[in-house]
Every structure is written in structure tokens, then in C-alpha cells.
């Protein structure tokens, strides 16, 4: 059965090197903690090429014995259970940054019992102020450090080029240039783009065409000035812009607020 209502989605950036702790996981340690704290979903999404929260550049080498790729983990939940899980994310990641924003969602149950369940998480639809279904500052102080920010994706094919070299390289290069705090390259495994010929890994003459999201996180003044080199470098692709809120992570986040405590 099928059940409507506003959640929060959670997305957490953060390189698939991180660590919490000596040798686990950061990206799976969260995936983990979301499962036990009985978060509705969880995704953990592995990118081929970005830019890190400090501006360095994440790509797989040829010849590099470790790969370093940026990873997203994206969770959705109603916006209490989402605020009650942000202490973890503070405790877990060290370098990177989270975004929160609304989401309307559909979801499916197969049963009454877990459609119950998942209907008391719910709020009704209707009439939505912007950020008004994510964690209160008031009852989750850490929303508090959040800043108003936006989600940049843009929609293109792999083998899309830009001065000989991959156009989603290139962006990240140029993002990179503007010093934006973190872009993230994923690669589908099919899809279709605006002439409506399927790419898919399915399909031996198109493998090397894959469907390619990039997504770029910072504030609005700053992605602005990323805009006039993708209107000049992207021919053919979709692009969009949606409004979320920001919490970024330092390794001396720490000594930032410690005198606060």
C-alpha cells in the first residue's frame, strides 16, 4: 500500500577513506548506525571523481594501489528521527559536510502493520514552507551550525567532453578553480538523456556512454559564479538547483567549539 507525507533527506559527503575509528568504515559505520537507530532508508552512493571539504581532487588512479573517490550517503526519515541521528554523523565524520531538505515521499508497505508504523512518521501533505519539515534548532541545536546552501546537479552523458578531456572532469576542475566546498562525479547504470537513446551497461556498443551526475554543494553566490562555464561547456544535459541547509565538518571542529561548551 502506498502512504504520502514530508520527511527530511539527509545526505552526508565524505570519502570512502574516511575512518571512524582506527579501521572501520565512516561510510558504512553511518549506514550501520542508521539501520540501528531504525532509520526508514539509507543509500551509500560511490562517486568516480570530486573535489573533498578541503578542495582536493578524488579520483581513482590507473596505477594507485588505494582508490580515493568521494562517497554520499543519503537517509530519509521524518525530521525528528533525522535530528535525533545527527550527534552520529557530528561523532562520525570528520572532514566533509551534510545537507538537509524536504522531501516528499511515496512510500510502499506491504503490510497494514508496517504501513501503521510508517504513517505515524508522516506529516500530512500540503501548503510547505521552504525547510519547514527539517529538524527544529530548537529541539536539535546542532541545526544551529547549518547554513543556507544549495544543491547543484548536473545531468550529462560520459563521454561528453571539454577541451579534450571528460566534461565531468572538467567541471570538477572548474568547481575546484572557484574553490566551492565539495563536488561529487556518480555514474549510472542506465539511462536516457534529452534524444531519448538508452545508455546502459547492458549494451557493449554504449558501455562507455553512461549516464553521469555531478553534484556540487555551497553556498548560492558561489555556485553562481560556476554557472556561466557550464552554460559554455555542457551542449547538451540538464541542470538543477534546490535550496537545502548545510552542516560542514572540520578535523579541528573540535577547538571551533570548544569554547562553547
Not at 535525533?84 to 531538505?101: C, H, K, M, N, Y
Not at 541542470?239 to 570548544?258: D, F, H, P, Q, S
Amino acid at each position: 500500500m502506498k502512504l504520502e507525507g514530508e520527511q527530511t533527506l539527509l545526505r552526508v559527503y565524505l570519502r570512502n577513506t574516511d575512518k571512524a575509528g582506527w579501521l572501520a568504515s565512516a561510510a558504512e559505520t553511518l549506514v550501520q548506525e542508521g539501520r540501528r537507530a531504525g532509520l526508514a532508508g539509507c543509500t551509500l552512493l560511490r562517486g568516480i571523481c570530486g573535489l573533498d571539504a578541503t578542495g582536493q581532487l578524488l579520483e581513482s588512479g590507473r596505477w594507485a594501489f588505494v582508490a580515493h573517490v568521494p562517497v554520499i550517503v543519503e537517509m530519509v526519515d521524518s525530521p525528528r528521527a533525522i535530528g535525533q541521528f545527527l550527534p552520529v554523523v557530528d561523532q562520525t565524520v570528520r572532514e566533509g559536510l551534510a545537507t538537509l531538505e524536504r522531501g516528499h515521499v511515496l512510500l510502499y508497505r506491504q503490510t497494514r502493520v508496517a504501513a501503521a508504523r510508517a504513517e505515524m512518521s508522516l506529516d500530512v501533505p500540503g501548503p510547505i514552507t521552504p525547510f519547514s519539515t527539517l529538524p527544529s534548532p530548537e529541539e536539535f541545536p546542532i541545526m544551529k551550525l547549518s547554513e543556507d546552501g544549495q544543491l547543484l546537479r548536473v545531468f550529462i552523458g560520459e563521454a561528453d567532453v571539454w577541451q579534450g578531456m571528460p566534461l565531468y572532469r572538467a567541471i570538477v576542475l572548474k568547481a575546484r578553480e572557484l574553490g566551492l566546498a565539495g563536488a561529487t562525479v556518480l555514474r549510472g547504470a542506465m539511462g536516457f538523456g534529452a534524444n531519448s537513446r538508452m545508455h546502459t551497461t547492458k549494451l557493449l556498443e554504449l558501455s562507455t556512454d553512461l549516464p553521469i551526475l555531478v553534484e556540487i554543494v555551497d553556498s548560492a553566490e558561489k555556485l553562481q559564479g560556476l554557472l556561466p562555464f557550464l552554460d559554455e561547456a555542457v551542449a547538451e544535459g540538464l541542470i538543477t538547483i534546490e535550496g537545502v541547509r548545510v552542516l560542514k565538518y572540520r578535523a579541528n571542529r573540535e577547538k571551533a567549539r570548544g569554547g562553547g561548551d
